[in-house]
Each structure stands twice: as structure tokens, then as C-alpha cells.
């Protein structure tokens, strides 16, 4: 495996960056402060032809890879990390399973729209009760003639309120475990499917994160996504791809909180000289620098395993837990270098610091990370 950039994901960097700095950066602040969803911003990239990357242009999308839309994801993160998850979670997680498990007929009418974004995707998995175990999915679709009738309810789900097409996953046959989950296509405004109260988070609050309801909401059969039963593998397919988004999303916050602290560092002068001369704090930057560019690899390279048509899954959690962990890492020491200054609302190294934190917990756990990781390595257990 061989890992490059070339000249047209540097040109992709390039763009994402510009918009990033003159759309997102100005409002970010007010986005967090005011748990604000970027409408505007959203639509902008959209008619860039930035929401469906890595879609062949027959459905609409850019016709770009895997690691063009990492790099978007990544440029967007790197001034807001809710505009970057907003990105990601469209294109990994309500878009990709349509593109990839979709029929002909679901691709026209759901993944074109999807991918030119006209229309915002969102992902329904996660409950209160099936959070990291997510075969223990309680939602029920039950066949009633030509509908599967949908009761339950999903939490967490990011885009939610905002998106108009959903992937949504539940049980077709309780008896069956993880092969008894279906997964389906659902409309907003489909009757008897509504919102919970959009979460008052700790950080990304430029995205917006809500439940799901269903009170025996009619899908049409033909939006039954692959075959009854696929509905996990299909999530679990669909999350090896998403980790590759979140793992871009954190890298990106790192590298805003580095190049934040790297110029303040050089600017701010105690005993006598930039402390960025200090050696405790030159020592913590080249650290920075280090666990930054080896994350940077990590999801790179992911990326480029699944654009190949290679397995990723174990890669992509590989590349999900360790940027997201030295995230958290890189973000500390970034506020550490501001002292006093970096813990003040208002200046983005604060923000950071809070965006960063969501990275080790969704679309897996770390620690689930490390569960795929090590049954990649050793298998599962006899029984
Ligand atoms: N691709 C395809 N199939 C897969 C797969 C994959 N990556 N991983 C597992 N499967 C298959 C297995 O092969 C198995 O099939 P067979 O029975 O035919 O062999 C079946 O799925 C069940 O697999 P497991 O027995 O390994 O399943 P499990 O119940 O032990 O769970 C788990 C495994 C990895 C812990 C899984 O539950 C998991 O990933 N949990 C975390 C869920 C998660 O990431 N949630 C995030 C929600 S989305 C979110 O956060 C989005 C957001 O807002 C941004």
C-alpha cells in the first residue's frame, strides 16, 4: 500500500480551505454559542458540488475518492468540527448505504438528490438501549401489505431535524438477533415520524443532534434498503466507511488547535523571549507535530485502502481511535500553550478543546474501536 495526495486533493484542500476561512470561520463562534445550525453555509458547499464527493457523477455526485472527502471533512474541521461531523455524517452515513445497497430505483430517486445536496442525510441507529451493542435494536418495522409499519426511536441521531432522508434500522424479526434487523429509506414529513428536542451539547453545536420518533409510520416496501435481514451488515459496512469521516473530523481539530497554538506561541513573550523558544513548549509542539502527521497517515491511508477496493474496516478504526484520541491529546496542549487566554468563550482553541471530545465517543466508542481492531487481529472467541 502506497500513500500520496495528488494534485487533485491538494486542489480539493485548497477550495474547502478558502470557503472554510471566509464562510465558517467568521460565524463559528455564534453557531456554538447560539447551538446554530450553518443553513446557509450548508447550502453554499452544496452548490460547490461539495456534498456528494465521493459519488460517481451519474448519481450526482463529484466523481471524486474516499480521500478528496476526507480532506473536505478534515479543512472543514480544522475552523469548526460541527460544520466537518455535518459533512460527514450526510456522505458516510445517510448516503453511503443507498449508494452501496440501494436498487436502481432508490438510487434515482434518493441517492441523486443526496449527493448533489439538495437534500441532507442522516443515519438512524443508535437507542437507548442499543448504543454500542447496536444488535439490540428495539425499533420494530412490521410487513403489513405493501408497508413495513415503524415504531420506535433512535437518539442521537446527528443531522436529524435537518435532514430529509434517513437510513433508518430496526427489527423485522425479533427471534433472529442481529439477522433479523432490516434496514429502510424514510422521508421527513412521513406521518407519525417526528423529532425529540434537539440536544443542548458540549461541543459541535454548529450540528444539530436529535431522536427520532416513530409511531407507526407507513415505509412504502420498495424503501426497504438490500434484504430483509442485511439491515446489520449494512450498518456495519456503512460504519467502516463513517469511522474514516470522524476520524478526518478529529484530525482536522487538531490541526486548527495546533496551528493556533503554534502562532500564538511565537507571538506571546515571557521571560524574554516567544515562549514558543521555551523548550517545554517547543518540545510540546514537536510532539503535537508528530502525533498529528502519524494520524494523518492513519486516515490517509484508510482512505485510500477503501477508494482501492481493499479492506479498511480494521484500518479505519485503527485511524478513528488514534486521531481521536490524540485529539483530545493535541487539543489539552493547544489550550495549555494559551494558559489563562486559551480557557476564555470565544477564542477557538476553547471550542476545540470541546469539539474534540465527541470524536472518542461516536460512530463507536474507542473502545469499540478497539474491539473491531483486536477481532481483525485474533478473531473471535471459540465457543
Ligand atoms: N461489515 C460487514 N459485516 C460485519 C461487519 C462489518 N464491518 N462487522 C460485523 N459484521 C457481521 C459479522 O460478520 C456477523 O455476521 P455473521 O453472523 O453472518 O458472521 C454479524 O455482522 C454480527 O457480527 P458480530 O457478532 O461481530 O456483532 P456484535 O453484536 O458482536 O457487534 C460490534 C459488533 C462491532 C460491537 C458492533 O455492535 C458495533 O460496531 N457497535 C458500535 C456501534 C456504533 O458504532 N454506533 C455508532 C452509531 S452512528 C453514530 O454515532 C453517528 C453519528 O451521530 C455521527
Redesign the pocket.
Known amino acids: 500500500m502506497l500513500f500520496k495526495t495528488t494534485d487533485t486533493h491538494e486542489e480539493i484542500r485548497k477550495k474547502v480551505r478558502e470557503f472554510a476561512e471566509t464562510e465558517v470561520k467568521p460565524i463559528a463562534f455564534m453557531l456554538d454559542q447560539n447551538n446554530e445550525f450553518p443553513t446557509e453555509v450548508i447550502k453554499k458547499f452544496a452548490e460547490m458540488g461539495m456534498m456528494g464527493i465521493p459519488y460517481p457523477k451519474e448519481y450526482g455526485g463529484a466523481g471524486l475518492d474516499t480521500l478528496s472527502y476526507a480532506i473536505a471533512v478534515e479543512e472543514l474541521s480544522r475552523v469548526d468540527g460541527g460544520t466537518g461531523?455535518i459533512l460527514?455524517?450526510h456522505v458516510s452515513?445517510g448516503t453511503y448505504p443507498i449508494y452501496a445497497f440501494g436498487t436502481e430505483e432508490q438510487k434515482k430517486k434518493y441517492l441523486i438528490p443526496l449527493a448533489k445536496g439538495e437534500k441532507l442525510g442522516a443515519?438512524g441507529?443508535?437507542e437507548p438501549n442499543a448504543?454500542?451493542?447496536?444488535?439490540g435494536t428495539e425499533t420494530t418495522a412490521e410487513l403489513q401489505g405493501d408497508y413495513y409499519i415503524l415504531n420506535g426511536g433512535k437518539i442521537?441521531?446527528?443531522n436529524a431535524d435537518k435532514a430529509d432522508t434517513y437510513v433508518v434500522f430496526a427489527s423485522t424479526d425479533k427471534e433472529l438477533g442481529?439477522?433479523g434487523i432490516s434496514a429502510f429509506i424514510v422521508e421527513k414529513g412521513w406521518e407519525g415520524f417526528t423529532f425529540g428536542d434537539h440536544y443542548d451539547k458540549m461541543g459541535i453545536r454548529s450540528s444539530s443532534?436529535a431522536e427520532l420518533i416513530f409511531n407507526n409510520v407507513k415505509v412504502p416496501k420498495e424503501n426497504l434498503l438490500g434484504k430483509e435481514g442485511q439491515g446489520?451488515?449494512i450498518a456495519?459496512?456503512t460504519?467502516?466507511g463513517?469511522r474514516i469521516g470522524?476520524a478526518s473530523q478529529a484530525l482536522g481539530i487538531a490541526q486548527g488547535a495546533f496551528e493556533n497554538a503554534v502562532e500564538y506561541a511565537k507571538e506571546r513573550v515571557q521571560f524574554g523571549k516567544p515562549i514558543a523558544f521555551q523548550q517545554v513548549i517547543s518540545f510540546k509542539l514537536a510532539d503535537m507535530a508528530t502525533k498529528i502527521r502519524a494520524a494523518r497517515f492513519l486516515v490517509y491511508s484508510s482512505a485510500e485502502l477503501k477508494d482501492n477496493h481493499e479492506p479498511f474496516?480494521m484500518e479505519s478504526a485503527m485511524a478513528k481511535q488514534y486521531a481521536s484520541d490524540i485529539c483530545l491529546e493535541v487539543v489539552n496542549d493547544a489550550l495549555q500553550i494559551f494558559g489563562g487566554n486559551g480557557y476564555l468563550k470565544g477564542m477557538e482553541v476553547e471550542r476545540a478543546y470541546r469539539d474534540a471530545k465527541i470524536c472518542t465517543i461516536?460512530?463507536?466508542t474507542n473502545e469499540?474501536q478497539r474491539?473491531?481492531i483486536a477481532?481483525h487481529i485474533i478473531g473471535k472467541m471459540p465457543r
Do not use: H, N, P
Open positions: 461531523v460527514s455524517a452515513l443515519f441507529l443508535t448504543g454500542s451493542d447496536a444488535g442521537f441521531i446527528t442481529t439477522k443532534t446489520f451488515k456495519m459496512a460504519l467502516d463513517g470522524i474496516g461516536y460512530e463507536g469499540i474491539v473491531v477481532s
